[in-house]
């Protein structure tokens, strides 16, 4: 596709339940972030995928939360037994690992309400 | 943590002004980007000047890197009402894991027409 996208857009869930927010990072892009963005919050980082390296998931906030990326491009981030702190707009960004360095396309997010 | 602090937290200004938003961060870092977004959703990137750079222009924009300050400014010249938006500045540390960004809490401008 021409850019990143994300799905779902938006996703009310309860207390409690899992959710997964899904990534689809622009063809040929090896690296791959996950990002959130909390209400008054600046971004945090979540994770980072680069090919078939280990992920970097330094940013995970709890084991509640694990992502993976199959074949080296989709993504899926999945929170388990979701907390109202969970609330949340998910951002998916992806780059390339050579070439132009440092510049981030992101997708347009998942906002995801926890109730 | 948060590394880039961005001032001011807000501006507001009329159309045609120029617009000056100011970034300092704690670490030393590979490079420094400005993002836009707007309506609290994906982010644009805006510019990149990496951190043996002094300054970089693009279009109406002009970003300056000070490291030995550890800030960056980010002008907008004749602004317009479409610059409205939050404007996020974000720091690298390099490549690999260090590639991720580390954000500011952004800067919200509103251009009045």
């Known amino acids: 596709g021409a850019g990143v996208s994300q799905s779902p857009s938006n996703k009310v869930t309860e207390k409690g339940k899992d959710v997964e927010l899904r990534c689809d990072p622009i063809?040929?892009?090896?690296?791959l972030y996950w990002y959130r963005q909390s209400l008054g919050q600046g971004l945090e980082f979540l994770i980072y995928?680069?090919?078939?390296?280990?992920?970097?998931k330094s940013g995970l906030p709890s084991d509640r939360f694990s992502a993976e990326r199959t074949g080296g491009s989709v993504s899926t981030l999945t929170i388990q037994r979701t907390q109202q702190e969970d609330s949340a707009v998910y951002l998916c960004?992806?780059?390339?690992?050579?070439?132009?360095?440092?510049?981030?396309?992101f997708g347009p997010g998942t906002r995801l309400t926890v109730t | 943590s948060q590394q880039g602090e961005e001032d001011p937290q807000a501006l507001s200004i009329q159309e045609g002004e120029n617009a000056t938003m100011n970034c300092s961060y704690k670490?030393?870092?590979?490079?420094l980007q400005w993002y836009r977004q707007n309506s609290g959703r994906g982010l644009v990137h805006l510019i990149l000047?990496?951190?043996?750079?002094r300054e970089k222009h693009s279009g109406r924009l002009r970003v300056t890197l000070d490291t030995s300050k550890k800030s960056s400014s980010l002008l907008i010249t004749a602004s317009r009402a479409a610059d409205t938006a939050s404007y996020f500045c974000?720091?690298?540390?390099?490549?690999?894991?260090?590639?991720?960004?580390?954000f500011g809490k952004g800067i919200t401008l509103s251009v009045r027409p």
């Open positions: 960004a992806s780059s390339l690992a050579r070439g132009r360095l440092g510049e981030q396309y």
């Open positions: 063809s040929g892009h090896t690296a």
């Open positions: 000047i990496r951190s043996n750079e």
């Open positions: 974000a720091t690298s540390r390099g490549v690999g894991a260090n590639s991720k960004l580390t």
């Open positions: 995928f680069q090919g078939n390296s280990a992920p970097d």
């Open positions: 670490t030393s870092i590979n490079n």
